[in-house]
């Protein structure tokens, strides 16, 4: 059995994002670019998954240069093979645009029993990508999964919902998009850090597997992010005392709130 895991690079959550020139984009400068959260939790299941069934591990991403980082990282963690679809700065946001690119990979390097995905990336958080991949390939996928249990030839997740649990059965090959709450993921030991160095990343154009990139961001795109802006700054909050004369300090209070807040 073999598994994959769809990887995004992206913003480190705890960056300070400013809007670029272009007022479109984010300023990239000074930004720190980590694995995607919910990836992290899909590489923590397929690497259990490889411990228990003896399932390597190969992790693809489709991304710019800098993507190659994130690919050693998750090989430290204990991946074993990583591929590299260079491109995307012109498909950025577009979940179809993503998925297809993603799919073609999966095809060309395949065949695979699982792929595993965070449930979004949290660099445009659509949360499409997984869902769309698994069309793509025909195969059946089970989204936000919170708890996993892989047999021969077919999986049980178990996943949140409203007021309780929904338990899905699926037969393999399937894709699974991984949940906060599904595991802990792992940090990367030294030794694997030291042995990711020596992995040989395999690394494609869009075009080597028969896709053009330029239509995909052109005429054939499905979403184009036209502006990109910070939300306003907050105004000073209203401090009412009411120590003297409580009374009169609601009656403000109701008034601001029905004639300022429209609360009431």
């Known amino acids: 059995m073999k598994s994959c895991v769809l990887m ?33 939790y899909a590489l923590e299941e397929a690497i259990r998954f490889k411990e228990a069934k ?38 950025f946001g577009d979940a179809l645009a993503i998925a297809k690119v993603l799919a073609a990979a999966v095809r060309k390097t395949g065949p695979f029993d699982i792929i595993f995905a965070g449930v979004k990336g949290v660099g445009s958080d ?31 997740a178990h996943r949140e919902i409203e007021g309780g649990t929904e338990v899905v059965t699926a037969p393999l090959p399937c894709v699974v998009t991984a949940q906060k709450g599904l595991n802990e993921p792992r940090y990367p030991s030294l030794k694997g850090i030291m042995a990711a160095k020596k992995v040989a990343i395999q690394a494609f154009a869009p075009a080597d597997l028969g896709l053009d990139e330029g239509a995909l961001a052109g005429a054939g795109a499905t979403c184009r992010w036209k502006t990109l802006a910070l939300p306003p700054a907050k105004s000073g909050g209203v401090i009412l005392k009411g120590e003297e004369d409580p009374a009169a300090a609601a009656r403000e209070l109701a008034r601001l709130l029905r004639e300022q807040a429209k609360a009431i």
């Open 126 to 156: 659509n949360a499409l990508v997984g869902a769309m991949v698994a069309e793509l390939l025909d195969m059946p996928h089970v989204t936000g999964v919170v708890k996993l249990e892989i047999g021969d030839g077919s999986l049980t």
């Open 8 to 40: 995004a690079y992206v913003p480190d959550t705890a960056s300070m994002i400013k809007v670029a020139a272009a007022g479109n984009r984010i300023n990239e400068a000074d930004i720190k670019w980590i694995v995607s959260p919910y990836d992290e």
């Open 54 to 91: 003896g399932a390597p591990v190969t992790v693809l991403t489709y991304g710019p240069e800098r993507a190659q980082q994130g690919l050693r990282e998750c090989l430290a963690r204990g991946a074993d093979a990583a591929v590299h679809v260079k491109g995307g700065e012109g498909t």
